[in-house]
């Protein structure tokens, strides 16, 4: 069996309770009412030009597909330039052995 004292278990009860209530608010989101600072809120008009406002995971989900697409592109050019040059070393070495 535990053994609290008094202060510890009224200190359990209150942290159980306030967890418990915060939980509760969340579930009813009325956690935004009941924390909303008149000071620190947004007006609907703050709000309004916030929501006009692009989506950015839109456009970096487009600008991450350009840049693969540009990405496959560069590397089909680095391929290509590794198989010139060694077509290049293959024809040195042919024109080596003849001299």
């Known amino acids: 069996m ?36 008149p000071e620190t809120s947004l007006s609907s008009e703050d709000s309004n030009i916030i929501k ?6 839109t456009l970096v989900n487009d600008e991450s597909i350009e840049l693969k697409q540009r990405n496959s592109e560069l590397q089909l050019e680095l391929d290509s330039a590794h198989m010139e040059i060694e077509k290049l070393i293959l024809e040195k070495r042919e024109l080596t052995k003849r001299g």
């Open 52 to 57: 006009s406002l692009p989506d950015l995971s």
């Open 2 to 37: 535990l053994h609290k004292s008094k202060n510890e278990i009224e200190s359990l009860c209150n942290q159980l309770l306030t967890t418990n209530k915060f939980q509760n608010r969340v579930k009813n989101r009325t956690h935004i009412e009941t924390y909303s600072d």
